[in-house]
Structures are given as structure tokens and as C-alpha cells.
């Protein structure tokens, strides 16, 4: 009897080995099923804020300002996760973008996930730290007003939300770096009473005066 005939797989040539392969990675999210599917609308997209992973960027300011938007267009039959990891990769550009497209398939399972992602990509522990000691050595600058001071104070705050600093010390640290005038305008307005105030009042105080503060600027 002659040979069988080969009738295995065809051996690829030098030059079909040698071309480009298109297929293409699953993206890191695994989305979960949804029970009535839905597609993003343009209309949600474009009013999406956009992060960048550029240094100065505020990552905890984008998911708030994420939520936001996503809460306000999500519609009533679709869970708040599921719109979420469906809506965040377009908000998203340049290294921000590049980042998420790395992450291993199928790694990001839930919105949880992809949003503890995000903040120890964009803020690290390092960065916490960071911003921790910039609260607890925070000075008033030179020609700065007391309501420009307090603003700053807060968005230094609210950059971290996780600094774990108790409100009382937080109160101490801004007080102690004012300069002279304005600490003794708060000192006055409390009768030199200041410690014996409540964190809640003291903040208060420090609110009207520094709401004072910027009226006199605009009225000169």
C-alpha cells in the first residue's frame, strides 16, 4: 500500500508567519451581564470630565466630578457600577489612557476594583504622605488674603480625602500658619477664646471671616 495522504493543518510559510497578527487583547474590564442591556449615549460621553495623568492632576476631584455626571444621565433601570465601568474608559486621555489599555485582561472585575486601580496609579501612598506634611506645614503667603488662604487650606484638604487628620488638628494647623494680622483678627473675633470653641465653631468663624475677608477685596 502507497502513504496516506497528510491531512493535518497546512504548515504556514516564512511569509504568513512573518505578517502582522490583527487580533487584538480583551480590554482589562470584564463587564458584568446586565439584565436589560444598554449602550452609552453620546450626549453622556461628551459631558464626561477628562483626566490625563498629568502631574498637578487632581485624581480624586476627576472620580468626583465622574459621579456626578454619570449619576445625573444613568438611566433608572441600570445599576450605578455598571454605567460606571462602561463610562470611565472615555474619560480617560493620553497616559491615563495608555494605562488602563496595559492593565491585564480581564483584571477589573467590578467598579470597586478599576477605582482602587485609578488611585494607586494616580495617587500613591507616596503621594498621601506627601500631601499630609504640605496640611501640617501649610503657611500663609506674603500679600495672600485670609480668604485666599482658607481656599487653598481646603483644596489642599480635599485633594487628600483620606489624610486622616482629625478636624481639631486640622483647625490647629491652619491657625498656626497665619500671619500675624489675620491670626489676631480670628484671636479678636473669638474674645481669645478660640481653644475653648468647637471644632464645628471654629470652622464656622474662620468661614465668616474669611466670606468678610473677600468682600473687602472686592469693594477695593
Known amino acids: 500500500m502507497g502513504e496516506q495522504p497528510y491531512n493535518g493543518p497546512r504548515e504556514r510559510t516564512l511569509r504568513e508567519m512573518a505578517a502582522p497578527d490583527f487580533t487584538y487583547e480583551s480590554l482589562c474590564i470584564q463587564y458584568p451581564e446586565e439584565d436589560v442591556p444598554f449602550v452609552l449615549k453620546t450626549g453622556l460621553i461628551h459631558l464626561l470630565p477628562k483626566f490625563?495623568?498629568?502631574?498637578?492632576?487632581?485624581?480624586?476631584?476627576?472620580?468626583?466630578?465622574?459621579?456626578?455626571?454619570?449619576?445625573?444621565?444613568?438611566?433608572?433601570n441600570v445599576p450605578e457600577d455598571h454605567i460606571y465601568l462602561k463610562a470611565f474608559?472615555?474619560?480617560?486621555?493620553?497616559?491615563?489612557?495608555?494605562?488602563l489599555y496595559y492593565l491585564a485582561p480581564g483584571s477589573i472585575t467590578s467598579w470597586d476594583d478599576l477605582k482602587?486601580?485609578?488611585?494607586e496609579k494616580f495617587f500613591p501612598a507616596s503621594k498621601n504622605t506627601a500631601i499630609r506634611k504640605d496640611i501640617s506645614g501649610i503657611r500663609q503667603l506674603t500679600g495672600e488674603s485670609l480668604y485666599?488662604?482658607?481656599?487653598?487650606?481646603?483644596?489642599?484638604?480635599?485633594?487628600?480625602?483620606?489624610?486622616?487628620?482629625?478636624?481639631?488638628?486640622?483647625?490647629?494647623?491652619?491657625?498656626?500658619?497665619?500671619?500675624?494680622?489675620?491670626?489676631?483678627?480670628?484671636?479678636?473675633?473669638?474674645?481669645?477664646?478660640?481653644?475653648?470653641?468647637?471644632?464645628?465653631?471654629?470652622?464656622?468663624?474662620?468661614?465668616?471671616?474669611?466670606?468678610?475677608s473677600q468682600k473687602i477685596q472686592y469693594d477695593e
Open 52 to 76: 490625563h495623568g498629568r502631574a498637578g492632576e487632581d485624581p480624586h476631584k476627576h472620580l468626583k466630578e465622574f459621579h456626578i455626571v454619570c449619576s445625573t444621565m444613568r438611566p433608572h
Open 89 to 99: 474608559p472615555f474619560s480617560l486621555e493620553d497616559l491615563a489612557k495608555d494605562w
Open 116 to 119: 482602587r486601580a485609578f488611585l
Open 148 to 212: 485666599e488662604y482658607w481656599e487653598r487650606f481646603k483644596r489642599l484638604c480635599a485633594s487628600c480625602p483620606h489624610h486622616q487628620i482629625f478636624e481639631q488638628l486640622l483647625l490647629q494647623y491652619f491657625y498656626e500658619g497665619l500671619k500675624i494680622m489675620d491670626r489676631s483678627m480670628i484671636d479678636a473675633a473669638s474674645r481669645g477664646a478660640l481653644g475653648d470653641m468647637t471644632p464645628a465653631s471654629t470652622r464656622g468663624l474662620i468661614e465668616k471671616m474669611a466670606s468678610n
